[in-house]
């Protein structure tokens, strides 16, 4: 079964660092979805993207942060300078369509990243 | 805004059956999904309700009621592997009729011998 890989795994950063979080979603999807996860907490959202731009975001997806598709298959998410509370679980989701009854988001393995 | 509320953790043995129950407010509403999450995994789609009733999908099963914003996920015959954090999810209307879901805080289930 297709599914959504991520890269790296692990991910640890000094503060102020730039990050790159890497995403292959499923090949057929056509929209691609960045959510995080504090750890023991809520699935939060963070950006969706479709058509090659942004179709939303939330509050937490500042100036910090950008996506890119600079292929045909890799989906990023880039943190310019990051910030101790940016230490999180970071999970990259694709949908054939938006969000509904037969197109459910499919998750990736996620990227922790630690920022110290 | 959106928020959804789900009891914290759940406990029962392994047979039993357990029902995890989800309310939320939304400023408009598409539907309500869950997902399962194992310690240290992905979240996985569970199942989707987008008119009020019953969807059943093998062992679970997901009931909404609009009228009374509430709905909850029904797992039966319970078994070890079950044991995970089950979170409820609404897709809601927003300025682009959204792409996003929002979730709830998630229920974690222990199952035990």
């Known amino acids: 079964e297709p599914e959504v890989t991520q890269t790296p795994s692990h991910q640890v950063t000094q503060m102020g660092q730039e990050v790159i979080l890497r995403c292959v979603p499923i090949?057929?999807?056509?929209?691609f979805y960045w959510y995080r996860q504090i750890l023991g907490q809520k699935v939060e959202f963070l950006v969706s993207?479709?058509?090659?731009?942004?179709?939303?975001k939330s509050e937490i997806f500042d100036d910090q942060f950008s996506v890119e598709r600079p292929d045909g298959s890799n989906f990023t998410l880039k943190i310019r300078s990051t910030k101790l509370e940016d230490s999180a679980m970071y999970f990259c989701?694709?949908?054939?369509?938006?969000?509904?009854?037969?197109?459910?988001?499919?998750f990736g393995n996620g990227t922790r990243l630690t920022v110290t | 805004g959106q928020s959804l509320e789900q009891p914290s953790e759940v406990t029962a043995v392994e047979g039993a059956i357990v029902q995890i129950n989800c309310t939320y407010q939304?400023?408009?509403?598409?539907?309500l999904s869950w997902y399962q999450q194992h310690d240290g995994g992905a979240p996985t789609f569970l199942s989707y309700n987008g008119l009020d009733g019953l969807e059943e999908t093998g062992r679970f099963s997901s009931f909404l009621s609009r009228s009374d914003s509430y709905g909850y996920l029904l797992l039966q015959e319970l078994q070890m592997k079950d044991s995970a954090s089950y979170f409820c999810a609404v897709r809601a209307l927003n300025r682009n009729a959204g792409n996003m879901l929002t979730f709830g805080g998630g229920t974690r289930l222990m199952v035990k011998p």
């Open positions: 989701a694709s949908s054939e369509r938006r969000v509904a009854w037969n197109s459910p988001l499919h």
């Open positions: 939304t400023s408009g509403f598409y539907g």
């Open positions: 090949s057929n999807h056509l929209y």
């Open positions: 993207f479709y058509n090659n731009e942004i179709s939303e």
